[in-house]
Nanobody, 126 residues
Framework: QVQLVESGGGSVQPGGSLRLSCAASGIGFRLVAMGWYRQAPGKQREVVAVITSGGSTNYADSVKGRFTISRDNAKNTVYLQMNSLKPEDTAVYYC????????????????????WGQGTQVTVSS
């Protein structure tokens, strides 16, 4: 049974930082592409950042230069380092995973991911 468990959310002031973690179990993590998505109240879930099994990364324009996605295959964990947070970053953040045998394709669409975490709230407010 595949499980993805997010942690690290919370409340922070504008300009602050948070690091989200997503621990995976029940899946061959080295051959998995991972993504971070977010959903703000009243809005559709959107991609934030993705990382292939080979470690290549891709970011939404709104977070480029501020967020960094990374993975630690030894710990079966993907991270999202979020710096210079803005109020518009407030959302529930979800991690997602899927098999990725090529390591060279960026999976960006929600339906491309088979596994999802339960989400963690990030609130940016003064």
């Amino acid at each position: 049974q595949v499980q993805l468990v997010e942690s690290g959310g919370g409340s922070v002031q504008p300009g602050g930082s948070l690091r989200l973690s997503c621990a995976a179990s029940g899946i061959g993590f080295r051959l998995v592409a991972m993504g971070w998505y977010r959903q703000a109240p009243g809005k559709q879930r959107e991609v934030v950042a993705v990382i292939t099994s080979g470690g290549s990364t891709n970011y939404a324009d709104s977070v480029k230069g501020r967020f960094t996605i990374s993975r630690d295959n030894a710990k079966n964990t993907v991270y999202l380092q979020m710096n210079s947070l803005k109020p518009e970053d407030t959302a529930v953040y979800y991690c997602a995973g899927r098999n990725d045998y090529s390591g060279s394709y960026y999976y960006l669409k929600l339906h491309e991911y088979a596994y999802w975490g339960q989400g963690t709230q990030v609130t940016v407010s003064s």
